[in-house]
């Protein structure tokens, strides 16, 4: 078998396994966890193979066929064999129309095989005739994917920056918000700060790293920061992305509760030209600043910002999308004295998202920790702080305990 393609079938089997299982192997204790879960399917990989399978050993020999057999095993085929042919099928299945790449058909199948070869100069070629309307938010969450895991990020990250295509669905539309070893945050200020064109793409920058810099070190903003936050800004002219975190920023870096509820005033006021899911994130955004600074519960008492977020909550009729909504359901069920029957039942998100499981995950574990038993809510108690300190995460607190 050609060995580019060989890679591009263990890439896939990884990939395969992990949505599976519901979490990245990243580190050696991953690999634990999931050679304990092959166990309980009876098939028998040890967690050092398992650490040499997803690259995280200095070994680099193919893994014996007879691993690969038992991983394809677990995720539902005969053999590896099974697994690359049918993989093989889906593929031409999928990507044999042209699709969003105006380049034609196996556009993907070929922008793949660029990565698995490291070989830029052609993937930014197809890269390039991707159409950006045509299912953005898929190829956004395949690159995001494939930085994350990719060897050599840096030349990745050049690759995607040198081309607008590569700008705007990686920089501005993956946005990870988990940023595992901070590469993603590292990846803004390297590369991103040289190809910014609008004062929108400024401001996301801005505000990305100062919430990110706060929420994980508690630490203080440079002046630079503060000026282009604080700047006398038109509402109107942003896309709700921006405006949230702008006021999620203005309200970390208030110095008094009066300062930080005439940002609430000034984001309820802005609020009527969004549709529902936009408004669901400005809320959102606002709402984690404000457990942040410890305000949420003193905000909460102000009807009008109440009473947006039980409107947005029940627009979502507890069908949970995206991490904004999970934080609406979360604030309803803790903090809004609502009776059991204008509640619906608590829901995780119906679609994972690669780039914020560690919001989800902490979302979701305190919405749990309201309605659990108190046996499943000690568990839940411990583990959950542990989490939300090594993830940033720890707003959380001030809206369960």
Same mark, same amino acid.
């Given at each position: 078998m050609? #060995? +580019?393609? +060989?890679?591009?079938?263990?890439?896939?089997?990884?990939? /395969?396994?992990e949505r599976k299982i519901g979490f990245q192997v990243r580190e050696f204790h991953d690999?634990?966890?999931?050679?304990?879960?092959?166990? =309980? !399917?009876?098939?028998?990989?040890?967690?050092?193979?398992?650490?040499?399978?997803?690259?995280? *050993? #200095? /070994?680099?020999?193919?893994?014996? *066929?007879?691993t690969l057999n038992l991983l394809a095993g677990f995720v539902g085929y005969a053999s590896f064999a099974r697994f690359c042919t049918d993989f093989s099928d889906k593929m031409e299945f999928a990507l044999a129309n042209p699709g969003g790449f105006s380049l034609g058909?196996? !556009?993907?199948?070929?922008?793949? =095989?660029?990565?698995?070869?490291? %070989?830029?100069?052609?993937?930014?070629?197809?890269?390039?005739?991707y159409q950006i309307d045509h299912q953005k938010n898929d190829l956004s969450m395949f690159l995001g994917n494939a930085v994350r895991q990719h060897s050599?990020? %840096?030349?990745? =990250?050049?690759?995607?920056?040198?081309?607008?295509?590569?700008?705007?669905?990686?920089?501005?539309?993956?946005?990870?918000? +988990?940023?595992?070893?901070?590469?993603?945050?590292?990846?803004?200020?390297?590369?991103?700060?040289?190809?910014r064109t609008n004062f929108e793409n400024t401001l996301f920058q801005t505000c990305y790293l100062g919430a990110s810099t706060i929420y994980r070190l508690g630490n203080s903003i440079d002046t630079n920061t503060q000026s282009i936050v604080n700047q006398s800004i038109d509402y109107s002219t942003l896309h709700f992305h921006p405006l949230a975190r702008?006021?999620?920023?203005?309200? =970390?870096?208030?110095?008094?509760? !009066?300062?930080?509820?005439?940002?609430?005033?000034?984001?309820?006021?802005?609020?009527?030209?969004?549709?529902?899911y936009e408004k669901c994130w400005i809320l959102a955004r606002t709402i984690k600043a404000l457990a942040h600074t410890k305000q949420i519960r003193i905000a909460l008492k102000n009807r009008a910002f109440s009473d947006a977020i039980l409107e947005n909550y029940r627009e979502i009729g507890g069908e949970i999308k995206s991490i904004a909504e999970l934080i609406i359901q979360l604030t309803v069920h803790s903090?809004?004295?609502?009776?059991? +029957?204008?509640?619906?039942?608590?829901?995780?998100?119906?679609?994972?998202?690669?780039?914020?499981?560690?919001?989800?995950?902490?979302?979701?574990?305190? *919405?749990?920790?309201?309605? !659990?038993? %108190?046996?499943?809510?000690?568990?839940?108690? #411990?583990?959950l702080s542990v989490f939300t300190k090594q993830t940033g995460q720890t707003w959380l607190n001030e809206m369960v305990y």
């Open positions: 050609n #060995k +580019d393609l +060989d890679q591009l079938f263990l890439l896939e089997l990884a990939r /395969e396994i690999c634990k966890s999931l050679s304990n879960l092959l166990s =309980l !399917s009876n098939k028998m990989v040890s967690a050092h193979s398992l650490a040499r399978f997803y690259g995280l *050993t #200095k /070994e680099h020999h193919r893994p014996y *066929t007879s058909a196996f !556009s993907f199948t070929a922008l793949e =095989l660029c990565i698995a070869t490291n %070989d830029w100069k052609n993937f930014q070629f197809i890269l390039d005739s050599n990020k %840096d030349e990745f =990250l050049n690759a995607l920056i040198e081309i607008e295509n590569g700008r705007h669905l990686f920089f501005e539309s993956f946005v990870d918000e +988990d940023d595992p070893g901070h590469y993603y945050s590292n990846a803004l200020e390297k590369y991103y700060s040289r190809f702008l006021f999620e920023m203005r309200i =970390l870096l208030a110095y008094s509760p !009066s300062k930080i509820m005439q940002q609430v005033e000034e984001m309820l006021n802005s609020l009527n030209k969004f549709r529902q903090l809004l004295n609502q009776s059991k +029957d204008e509640l619906f039942p608590a829901s995780r998100m119906r679609e994972k998202h690669l780039n914020e499981t560690n919001a989800r995950i902490a979302v979701e574990s305190a *919405t749990a920790y309201i309605g !659990s038993s %108190d046996a499943v809510k000690n568990l839940l108690e #411990k583990n």
